[in-house]
């Protein structure tokens, strides 16, 4: 193949772009991004040693003494004892609960 000559004007530009192109670009992490790196990095360690500390001593004392029957009760209590407050409420036609309902029924019914 035959080079190609360069006009008489341009003697040395294709050298230096050749220069210019095998340039290697700087290492992007500097500064803030190094700081964001590191810091991504103290939390992902502060989170890997929770998750470790949950699974070895945390998650035995559990199966160890389970609570999970007594939450049961009083979530269950507490839930009839609101219903029983929501019925008293209720019951009377002229109770205030009643009133707001009507008011919401009659609002979308127009």
């Known amino acids: 193949m ?12 294709k050298e230096v772009l050749d220069i210019v192109e095998t340039k290697k670009e700087p290492s992007p992490i500097k500064g803030k991004e190094g700081y964001a790196v590191y810091s ?4 992902e360690q502060k989170r890997l040693t929770s998750l470790d500390d949950l699974f070895t001593n945390k998650y035995n004392n559990i199966k160890r003494y389970p609570q999970t029957e007594k939450l049961l009760v009083n979530e269950i209590y507490k839930r009839n004892m609101l219903k029983d407050q929501l019925f008293e409420k209720l019951k009377y036609g002229d109770s205030p ?4 309902f009507e008011q919401i029924f009659n609002s979308a019914f127009k």
């Open 97 to 100: 609960l009643n009133k707001h």
């Open 40 to 43: 991504f990095l103290e939390q």
């Open 2 to 13: 035959a080079k190609k000559k360069t006009p008489p004007g341009f003697d040395g530009f």
